[in-house]
């Protein structure tokens, strides 16, 4: 069970139970998933382009601990250069044990690394209760060598929770101590 887990059983549960009185455990908000996206369509149309997947492959792979998908065009767009079936992305779902370890990687090593972080605005929490961050240059995150990559390229990181109001989910954000940009 990782630290942040047992903090959200032991910690988080009663604070949210008490600030939205919440009648039972299973009803205050969770996180239910963690989805990874990297678009790699400008990428497809470089010569060696089975080359560079491999590494961002091995690249995502090694950051998330799990195998990434790859997703592929469902219909020809001419003006950007695409077909039916071309491979533009790559998508990793994360969920349980694995999830909570990427948020504490996440919060406590990664996003203090990002160049010129003053944290993260309240406005990257959609209506739905999700949490919204781009992540511009992937050698932030500690399992990539700086000496071992190619190229760099951006993901996006989406932090899905069950939260009913935006404002339950920006609570239960802040108690897990993702670091939001301070007003005033």
Same mark, same amino acid.
């Given at each position: ?90 998508? =990793? ?26 944290? =993260? ?13 781009? =992540?511009?240059?992937?050698? =932030? ?44």
């Amino acid at each position: 069970m990782t630290m942040l887990f047992k903090k959200y059983k032991e910690e988080i549960i009663p604070k949210m139970k008490e600030k939205f009185d919440y009648n039972s455990d299973s009803a205050v908000p969770k996180i239910e998933k963690i989805v990874v996206n990297v678009g790699i369509g400008r990428l497809s149309q470089q010569p060696n382009f089975d080359k560079n997947l491999e590494f961002i492959l091995n690249d995502i792979a090694l950051i998330t601990g799990q195998k990434p998908a790859l997703t592929s065009a469902k219909k020809s767009i001419a003006g950007f250069k695409i077909r039916a079936g071309q491979t533009i992305g790559l998508k =990793i779902t994360l969920r349980r044990l694995k999830m909570y370890d990427f948020i504490q990687r996440l919060i406590n090593i990664v996003l203090p690394r990002m160049k010129d972080f003053r944290g =993260i605005s309240v406005n990257n929490v959609d209506e739905s209760g999700n949490l919204n961050i781009g =992540i511009k240059e992937h050698i =932030i995150f500690p399992e990539i060598s700086a000496d071992t990559i190619k190229f760099d390229f951006g993901f996006q990181i989406s932090i899905v929770s069950n939260a009913k109001t935006k404002e339950e989910a920006i609570e239960l954000y802040k108690l897990l101590r993702i670091p939001f940009k301070k007003h005033g």
